[in-house]
Antibody, heavy 120, light 107 residues
Framework: QVQLVESGGGVVQPGRSLTLSCTAS????????MHWVRQAPGKGLEGVAA????????YYIDSVKGRFTISRDNSKKTLYLQMNSLRSEDTAVYYC?????????????WGQGTLVTVSS | DIQMTQSPSTLSASVGDRVTITCRAS??????LAWYQQKVGKAPKLLIS???DLESGVPSRFSGSGSGTEFSLTVSSLQPDDFATYYC?????????FGRGTKVEIK
């Protein structure tokens, strides 16, 4: 079965950096687009970034453009999110999610999430 | 960005009730709509894609309908396991956006 396991969350000061990782198993990682979706405490869901199977397409929401970088290593079946210049409003649980297809835009499997807290 | 408006925000219902949640898009998204269920402290779970395609393993009491700008999720007979928050999401154009959620509570 599909498994997505995130890691790398924690408490970080505003302006600092953090890198999240997501290790995938149970499916052909190289065949699917992948996503990072976040959920601020007590709030709804927000798709943050997406990457196609071969990294030829990358998408970011405006609020993280220029600060976050999504990438993947298909040989390691791992997805990354490099987060720079972190702000308090980036505080959230970050979920790694598998696309339903190449990069259709919906999420058919999710990880358990990793909490990022931006606070001084 | 396409705005997704869900209603109601909270729904109180009893086991066995038929419940319907609606989702409206600010412009046409064809049938590119997904529904997710999220329980407290857990990751969301995909229930339905392409407005009405039930994911494998999802009980048949869940159904989705609609196209264009108006969509709905119906649970034909609410079960104890169904008390959760439900989100709609459009994936017709980036940024792919979610509704604010509908919390289904025990009456």
């Amino acid at each position: 079965q599909v498994q997505l396991v995130e890691s790398g969350g924690g408490v970080v000061q505003p302006g600092r950096s953090l890198t999240l990782s997501c290790t995938a198993s149970g499916f052909s990682f190289i065949d699917y687009g992948m996503h990072w979706v976040r959920q601020a405490p007590g709030k709804g869901l927000e798709g943050v970034a997406a990457v196609s199977s071969d990294e030829s397409f990358k998408y970011y929401i405006d609020s993280v453009k220029g600060r976050f970088t999504i990438s993947r290593d298909n040989s390691k079946k791992t997805l990354y999110l490099q987060m720079n210049s972190l702000r308090s409003e980036d505080t959230a649980v970050y979920y790694c999610a598998k696309d339903g297809n190449l990069l259709t835009g919906y999420y058919d499997n999710w990880g358990q999430g990793t909490l990022v807290t931006v606070s001084s | 960005d396409i705005q997704m408006t869900q209603s109601p925000s909270t729904l109180s219902a009893s086991v066995g009730d038929r419940v319907t949640i609606t989702c409206r898009a600010s412009e046409s998204i064809r049938s590119r709509l997904a529904w997710y269920q999220q329980k407290v402290g857990k990751a969301p779970k995909l229930l339905i894609s392409k407005a009405s395609d039930l994911e494998s393993g999802v009980p048949s009491r869940f159904s989705g309908s609609g196209s264009g700008t108006e969509f709905s999720l119906t649970v034909s007979s609410l079960q104890p396991d169904d008390f959760a928050t439900y989100y709609c999401q459009q994936y017709n154009s980036f940024p792919w956006t979610f509704g604010r959620g509908t919390k289904v509570e025990i009456k």
